[in-house]
């Protein structure tokens, strides 16, 4: 028996995913369930995806992952079950959520989710609650092991996976352009698609001042100067600073506040940063 990891964008304030629980123990009440968040922003397939890749290389071999950000719920989109590089599960629907896993770690196959046959019985009239009915349900069963991967449906070419637009990080004549990824939402902080080793590049170490430039399309939101530092202890409370973050990418903050907040800074591939550093 494997663990069953349930990220979605319900919320906490109804029953949604109390249910989901409930549908995974009817399948095997010896189950472990866990939560790697239930505050998606409602339909941001974007973060849902971010947060997939920021998670999933901690747990074990054979974990399986449900995650359901599903804005075309009902529609014509796929279903599906994935099976990682590394040798864990990821049950969602084909609209994107799958991009950083696909990008960043891998995947090996890919199955089509069949909706008819891995469906909670008696479920057959519902079409607005798959997280329960079809993902929570498929999820449970194979990670207690009732069904086998290829139980779940017909393989597809990996390459067909949904993708949403990413941008990658460059550097040029000593500049580096990313984008802000996705927040960390309880502190504020911006989390970069710049990795620590294309940062490394323009000889930087910490203690050095760098030039940030943030803009969204072409209006400039932010520019200033500030340090690289190892940690948050290395400037008083109230600065900002340049650190590398737990992805190992570059990350921008302010001490003990939220730059997302004190500069109104979104997240996606509209919003640019530039880092220079000052001789």
Not at 17 to 37: F, H, K, Q, W
Not at 39 to 61: F, H
Not at 67 to 95: A, E, L, Q, Y
Request: some cysteine; overall charge negative.
């Amino acid at each position: 028996m494997f663990p069953l990891i349930l990220q979605s964008d319900f919320g906490r304030a109804d029953g949604a995913v109390s249910a989901m629980y409930g549908v995974a123990n009817c399948v095997n009440p010896e189950i472990r369930i866990y939560d790697l968040t239930h505050d998606i922003p409602q339909y941001d397939i974007w973060e849902a995806s971010y947060r997939l890749i920021q998670t999933i290389n901690y747990w074990p071999k054979g974990s399986v992952f449900v995650s359901v950000v599903d804005p075309g719920v009902g529609s014509d989109r796929k279903s599906v079950v994935v099976k990682t590089n590394n040798d864990t599960f990821v049950v969602t629907p084909d609209n994107g959520t799958l991009t950083h896993i696909k990008r960043v770690l891998g995947i090996k196959e890919a199955r089509i989710l069949d909706e008819e046959i891995n469906r909670l019985p008696n479920s057959g009239e519902s079409y607005t609650f798959h997280g329960r009915d079809i993902y929570a349900f498929t999820g449970a069963r194979l990670a207690t092991g009732l069904i086998s991967f290829e139980q779940i449906g017909p393989s597809f070419d990996v390459e067909e996976i949904v993708e949403l637009p990413v941008a990658k990080a460059v550097i040029e004549n000593n500049v580096i352009t990313g984008t802000i990824d996705v927040l960390d939402v309880r502190y504020g902080s911006l989390w970069t698609n710049i990795p620590r080793k294309l940062f490394k590049q323009l000889d930087i170490s910490h203690g050095d001042r760098v030039e940030v430039v943030i803009s969204n399309n072409t209006r400039i939101v932010y520019s200033n100067i500030m340090v690289y530092a190892r940690s948050f202890a290395d400037v008083n409370v109230g600065e900002t600073l340049l650190y590398v973050n737990s992805l190992d990418c570059v990350a921008i903050a302010i001490n003990q506040g939220s730059f997302a907040k004190a500069y109104n800074i979104g997240t996606g591939i509209t919003w640019q940063i530039k880092l220079t550093k000052i001789a």
